[in-house]
């Protein structure tokens, strides 16, 4: 059995931040809070140390636990690497900005503001679902908005989850574990890839399935039918065996309107090539449906993301 992963102790300096505590524990890596000694911000910081595969050593440094695991663990701190140099050049009102990338101790850490509030995933927990067609159009449609982003960029994000979706004031979502996200090449197989049982769609569990944008657009349409039923839908490969999921719009029909519930249907589809091919497509269903303070905040955000970019 592989031993529990050792956090960075508190006071520990990682460039110009100093660690406060542990926050929360991922498959690939270690969260903290943080201040930033030079403004005294807080900030929080992910380190890169994949489960089961990964120590740290007296002086720090993170290593393989045995040197069996060694090209594995370089392996996945190159792609780790690649992956955020390419996230920093993403902007975005509801993707987590990426403040710096620090190499030390063997490994990399992913600098990020502390962003006030709660986690859908928690808040789902307590309500039980039958959240509000407005609550999840004001949730899913930026979220939407931030995914079309990545796709647009050919990235995916493959862990698409209410547990990572932050909520801000106003319920304004922000997507996280950006760590998660892949480089899209057309036709690519999984490998090394988070599985969410309920939200990961069947591609993602088998080496040979084809991963792509609808792979994303199944996790948005996992995530809505969870915020609307309180439970995670059927895992993947047991809807392949016996698709216990009764549509949405027959099980919820008294209770959400059609459009929305047709979407997800059409989201949560088996079959890759039955669902909306991104979630670019996806987000031109479920636009024309905002009231117009959604609307404005859409173009508001629209203006931010073409502001930034003629800024780069």
């Known amino acids: 059995m592989a031993a529990a992963r050792e956090t960075l102790p508190s006071g520990t300096r990682v460039g110009t931040y100093r660690i406060l505590k542990p926050i929360a524990k991922g498959g690939f890596s270690l969260i903290y809070l943080a201040t930033d000694e030079?403004?005294?911000?807080?900030?929080?910081?992910?380190?890169?140390?994949?489960?089961?595969?990964?120590?740290?050593?007296?002086?720090?440094?993170?290593?393989?636990?045995?040197?069996?695991?060694?090209?594995?663990?370089?392996?996945?701190?190159?792609?780790?690497?690649?992956e955020v140099k390419a996230l920093a050049s993403l902007q975005h009102p509801n993707i987590v900005r990426v403040l710096a990338f620090i190499l030390a101790n063997d490994t990399g850490y992913l600098v990020m503001p502390n962003e006030r509030g709660r986690n859908l995933g928690t808040y789902l927990h307590e309500r039980k679902g039958g959240l509000s067609t407005t609550f999840i159009l004001d949730v899913f449609v930026p979220i939407l908005d931030a995914l079309a982003l990545l796709h647009r960029r050919s990235m995916l994000h493959l862990d698409v989850k209410p547990g990572n979706i932050h909520l801000r004031h106003g319920n304004q979502p922000l997507l996280l574990d950006l760590g998660a996200v892949h480089p899209l090449h057309r036709g690519r197989s999984r490998g090394g890839?988070?599985?969410?049982?309920?939200?990961?769609?069947?591609?993602?569990?088998f080496r040979a399935g084809q991963v792509g944008p609808w792979t994303d657009v199944y996790a948005v349409g996992a995530s809505i039918r969870t915020c609307m039923e309180g439970r995670t839908p059927q895992p993947a490969p047991e809807?392949?065996?016996?698709?216990?999921?009764?549509?949405?719009?027959?099980?919820?029909?008294?209770?959400?309107?059609?459009?929305?519930?047709?979407?997800?249907?059409?989201?949560?589809?088996?079959?890759?090539?039955?669902?909306?091919q991104d979630a670019a497509e996806l987000l031109e269903v479920l636009t024309p449906h905002l009231e117009d303070s959604q609307l404005s905040r859409m173009t508001e955000a629209s203006a931010e993301i073409e502001g930034d970019s003629r800024r780069r």
């Open 38 to 82: 030079d403004n005294g911000e807080e900030v929080v910081i992910k380190e890169y140390m994949p489960k089961k595969i990964a120590k740290r050593d007296p002086e720090q440094r993170i290593v393989p636990i045995s040197p069996d695991y060694t090209e594995n663990l370089h392996h996945g701190r190159k792609l780790f690497f690649q």
């Open 193 to 205: 890839q988070v599985i969410t049982a309920g939200y990961s769609p069947v591609e993602q569990y």
């Open 239 to 276: 809807r392949q065996k016996e698709d216990k999921v009764v549509p949405a719009k027959e099980a919820l029909s008294d209770r959400y309107p059609d459009f929305l519930l047709e979407a997800v249907d059409w989201s949560l589809s088996m079959d890759a090539a039955q669902r909306p």
